[in-house]
């Protein structure tokens, strides 16, 4: 069982990426599945999160609402996180969980069940 974040790298601001969670050795189907994202020095801070596949909602920090966009492709297991006009503040490790509900993601990030590696994301001139 294992999630693997990808998409990272170095953008200049105002850039995009889009990142993705994929899951192996379990669907993601029945799971929330939520982005999270920790800069130097600083705390780890839930950035969206889209419900399981029966509910599908989505949540954004108000930093985020506009220009990112979370969605699932049930066929690929895998959920993305579209970043765009992306700031220089926003440089941070990336890392996906899955957990039983968005709730857990708002209210109790630490019980998110499955957490990936974090992928790198630069936004820098």
């Known amino acids: 069982v294992q999630l693997q974040a990808s998409g990272g790298g170095l953008v200049q601001p105002g850039g995009s990426l889009r990142l993705s969670c994929a899951g192996s050795?379990?669907?993601?189907?029945?799971?929330?599945i939520g982005w999270f994202r920790q800069a130097p020095g600083k705390e780890r801070e839930g950035v969206s999160c889209i419900s399981n596949i029966a509910d599908g909602s989505t949540y954004y920090a108000d930093s985020v609402k506009g220009r990112f966009t979370i969605s699932r492709d049930n066929a690929k297991n895998t959920v993305y996180l579209q970043m765009n006009s992306l700031k220089p503040e926003e440089t941070a490790v990336y890392y996906c969980?899955?957990?039983?509900?968005?709730?857990?993601?708002?209210?109790?990030?630490?019980?998110?069940?499955?957490w990936g590696k974090g992928t790198l994301v630069t936004v820098s001139s």
């Open positions: 969980a899955a957990g039983v509900s968005g709730s857990t993601f708002k209210t109790n990030p630490d019980g998110m069940e499955y």
């Open positions: 050795g379990f669907t993601l189907d029945p799971y929330a």
